[in-house]
């Protein structure tokens, strides 16, 4: 089972994680990792923008790489858009395997991809003005691992 969603709402993360592994038939971990808005350095908020469809199809395209290489049970890979502001969660990755090493895997895969080549742009808001964010050499380095 895969579940991609891009949406605006807020997500409960507790929930969403409940609902994840009550589903999950013979997986023997469940992993999950949610992203939050940080608030340091006077960040006000976080803009993020992405092109329906496609960026769907591109989360979708990952999560079943990443299903077909650790035999996943199950992968959800939540995304918001619009404006966060901090301490908001912006994300979720949750994995599902018979052997938790699979789990833990491919829920680190979905987050570099994630990182460095999902098609989100986002930009921060700050007291001297809006600024995109960047790609950092550190992200595009750690897919080398895969």
């Known amino acids: 089972m ?14 969403e994680c409940a609902d994840f592994a009550a589903a999950q038939d013979g997986a023997g971990a469940v992993v999950t990792f949610c992203g939050i808005v940080r608030g340091d350095g006077g960040l006000e908020a976080m803009e993020i923008e992405h092109y329906p469809g496609m960026t769907e199809r591109a989360l979708t395209a990952i999560a079943d790489e990443a299903a077909r290489r ?14 966060l ?33 999902a098609p989100f742009w986002k930009k921060e808001h700050r007291p001297e003005g809006p600024s ?14 895969w």
Do not use: C, N
């Open 2 to 15: 895969i579940d991609i969603r891009v949406q605006a709402e807020p997500f409960d993360y507790g929930q």
């Open 70 to 83: 650790w035999a996943l049970t199950g992968v959800l890979v939540l995304h918001r858009h619009g404006t």
């Open 85 to 117: 502001s901090p301490g908001a969660h912006i994300m979720m990755v949750a994995t599902a395997a018979p052997p938790r090493a699979s789990a833990f895997s491919a829920a680190d895969f979905l987050m570099d991809y994630l990182k460095s080549r």
């Open 132 to 145: 995109w964010v960047a790609a950092k050499a550190s992200d595009e380095d750690a897919l080398t691992r």
